[in-house]
């Protein structure tokens, strides 16, 4: 086996987003690509020399092949060991756990998560850091000014590797590990929720379906869910991850996830649906004729999580990402406890869960985790949610009715534009953003501006800041509206438009969202003139 120094040359535009670096299949299959960028990763960090990796991916079109290229790479940086998943599998969560228990330097995982996969579709690789957190942004810096400096890359010239096997090999120098993607990770939910009482809610024939979308988290689903807890076979359906989702887009939200939304709102409902997206740290959770938006999931897994074992000593603090609606600030409150505000994305959570700050994190785009990992976590939130459900003898319904008489209800909606021309959305965002100052005192479909502002951000605990993390303008009466432009698509520019409104009184509070904010949609649609910027008549999704 010889290793090979190739010679390259920067290629533009190989800078992480929202969550590492996501492009078309076929640009990381463009020559150098995907080496430049790995080289780069471990350029940025210092070099890989002597060190142990964890490195898996949501098996969409082409993880095996960039499986095989980052082992090479690594065994001719002179990595000492990597810790493969099975078949090049991990889910984003469980490779955070094991990055974390194995004491490891860090490592990499291959997913476009919730975008498709296939050749003609999304492909991403992102680093995370020892913590098992994604990399924050002083470390992608430093990745993407290695992209813009690199002249050649190490690789070792050798056949396959078999990743089908557990157990260890080695690859010249390098220790690779193949390791079983779900056991530790199974092992560490049966420690945090109380397995015995799923088990016994289950047996007295409570119904769940789970729809893992044809991507990663089918085996973790069916092994926990079926296999340890009892959940009827055929409870998880989309269970075999496929290259290409099965043609779908892995996206637990009621667009992408319609064939599950249909079963829980017609007569045949089970009594809990939930889906996971494609790299398994989103979730959708749905009731028996109840979808419960992502930021209402975060308020309510805050106010009962004491009731899982794992939570039972009560709960350091809370984080949201700030589009995520004020519905968790108020359990905050009720409980006496911190309530931090965040830019989109997972990388800043890691900071306040690392110092013991927050026990619970959320966003608004269906990612809900703990300090149990440093990555969100599908399947431990809809876990969390049936130790409540099992605890309780509740229904989802009962739950999220209680939850709002007691704290009020925030009405909360995203509407999202794909692929606009990216020029025409900066020139939108810079105009609104010009305008800022002059907002307050002004009406908007009726709607008086109280404040108006672009949110940055200095971390509580490092120090590090950010800027230009979203629009936000606030009306009087608590209602709100956040514009700012996706970091994670691959076409275009998507933006982002997030609505919010607070109603206190109960029996205002049955409401379809999109009725209940019509008068904030037509004020944002005032004030930042979506229609005439973009070309756009209506939004692409709505969640
Ligand atoms: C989106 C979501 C953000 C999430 C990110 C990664 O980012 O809004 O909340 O953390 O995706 O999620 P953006 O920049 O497109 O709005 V995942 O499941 O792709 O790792
Ligand atoms: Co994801």
């Known amino acids: 086996?010889?290793?090979?120094?190739?010679?390259?040359?920067?290629?533009?535009?190989?800078?992480?987003?929202?969550?590492?670096?996501?492009?078309?299949?076929?640009?990381?299959?463009?020559?150098?690509?995907?080496?430049?960028?790995?080289?780069?990763?471990?350029?940025?960090?210092?070099?890989?020399?002597?060190?142990?990796?964890?490195?898996?991916?949501?098996?969409?079109?082409?993880?095996?092949?960039?499986?095989?290229?980052?082992?090479?790479?690594?065994?001719?940086?002179?990595?000492?060991?990597?810790?493969?998943?099975?078949?090049?599998?991990?889910?984003?969560?469980?490779?955070?756990?094991?990055?974390?228990?194995?004491?490891?330097?860090?490592?990499?995982?291959?997913?476009?998560?919730?975008?498709?996969?296939?050749?003609?579709?999304?492909?991403?690789?992102?680093?995370?850091?020892?913590?098992?957190?994604?990399?924050?942004?002083?470390?992608?810096?430093?990745?993407?000014?290695?992209?813009?400096?690199?002249?050649?890359?190490?690789?070792?010239?050798?056949?396959?590797?078999?990743?089908?096997?557990?157990?260890?090999?080695?690859?010249?120098?390098?220790?690779?590990?193949?390791?079983?993607?779900?056991?530790?990770?199974?092992?560490?939910?049966?420690?945090?929720?109380?397995?015995?009482?799923?088990?016994?809610?289950?047996?007295?024939?409570?119904?769940?379906?789970?729809?893992?979308?044809?991507?990663?988290?089918?085996?973790?689903?069916?092994?926990?869910?079926?296999?340890?807890?009892?959940?009827?076979?055929?409870?998880?359906?989309?269970?075999?991850?496929?290259?290409?989702?099965?043609?779908?887009?892995?996206?637990?939200?009621?667009?992408?996830?319609?064939?599950?939304?249909?079963?829980?709102?017609?007569?045949?409902?089970?009594?809990?649906?939930?889906?996971?997206?494609?790299?398994?740290?989103?979730?959708?959770?749905?009731?028996?004729?109840?979808?419960?938006?992502?930021?209402?999931?975060l308020a309510v897994l805050a106010a009962l999580a004491h009731l899982a074992p794992g939570y039972a000593g009560g709960l350091k603090g809370v984080a949201r990402s700030m589009p995520t609606s004020a519905a968790v600030d108020r359990v905050a409150e009720a409980r006496g406890i911190p309530c931090y505000e965040t830019p989109t994305g997972w990388k800043f959570f890691g900071s306040l869960l690392d110092a013991g700050r927050a026990t619970l994190c959320g966003e608004e785009s269906a990612g809900t985790g703990s300090d149990h990992v440093r990555e969100k976590d599908g399947l431990w939130a809809v876990l969390l949610w049936l130790n409540i459900l099992a605890a309780t003898g509740k229904s989802v319904q009962q739950i999220l009715t209680e939850h709002w008489a007691r704290y009020g209800r925030n009405y909360y909606s995203r509407h999202d534009y794909e692929a606009v021309d990216a020029g025409q959305a900066a020139r939108m965002l810079d105009a609104l953003r010009a305008r800022l100052d002059d907002l307050p005192g002004q009406s908007f479909a009726g709607l008086k501006v109280e404040g108006a502002d672009e949110f940055a951000y200095t971390d509580p605990v490092d120090g590090a800041t950010s800027t230009g993390q979203g629009l936000r303008i606030r009306f009087e009466g608590g209602s709100r509206i956040v514009l700012r432009l996706s970091g994670t698509g691959t076409v275009g520019a998507t933006l982002r438009v997030y609505l919010e409104r607070y109603e206190a009184d109960p029996a205002a509070q049955a409401e379809d969202p999109q009725a209940a904010l019509s008068q904030v949609i037509a004020a944002a649609e005032a004030i930042a003139g979506i229609r005439a910027h973009t070309g756009r008549e209506a939004p692409d999704v709505r969640t």
Do not use: C
């Open 1 to 297: 086996m010889q290793i090979a120094t190739h010679k390259t040359a920067p290629i533009d535009g190989q800078k992480p987003g929202t969550s590492g670096l996501r492009k078309k299949t076929r640009v990381f299959m463009e020559p150098h690509y995907l080496e430049n960028f790995v080289q780069s990763i471990f350029d940025g960090i210092g070099g890989v020399a002597g060190r142990t990796l964890v490195l898996g991916g949501d098996g969409r079109y082409f993880n095996d092949r960039a499986a095989q290229v980052i082992l090479r790479m690594a065994a001719a940086n002179g990595a000492a060991r990597v810790i493969v998943g099975q078949g090049g599998i991990l889910s984003t969560p469980a490779a955070s756990h094991i990055i974390r228990t194995r004491g490891t330097d860090g490592g990499i995982i291959l997913s476009a998560s919730h975008n498709p996969g296939g050749p003609d579709e999304d492909f991403g690789v992102k680093f995370n850091t020892p913590n098992g957190g994604p990399a924050p942004e002083e470390v992608t810096e430093r990745i993407f000014a290695a992209t813009k400096q690199i002249a050649a890359y190490r690789i070792l010239e050798t056949h396959d590797i078999d990743l089908g096997t557990l157990g260890e090999t080695r690859l010249a120098e390098m220790v690779v590990e193949v390791i079983d993607p779900v056991a530790d990770y199974a092992a560490l939910m049966e420690r945090l929720f109380d397995f015995d009482a799923i088990r016994t809610l289950f047996r007295s024939g409570f119904t769940l379906r789970f729809d893992a979308m044809h991507a990663v988290t089918g085996p973790y689903a069916t092994r926990i869910l079926e296999e340890m807890l009892g959940a009827p076979e055929g409870s998880v359906v989309n269970a075999v991850p496929s290259p290409d989702f099965g043609g779908g887009h892995p996206d637990p939200n009621p667009v992408w996830a319609s064939d599950l939304m249909d079963l829980m709102m017609g007569a045949d409902a089970p009594d809990f649906g939930a889906a996971s997206d494609g790299d398994g740290d989103r979730n959708m959770i749905v009731g028996r004729g109840a979808y419960v938006t992502p930021s209402d999931s």
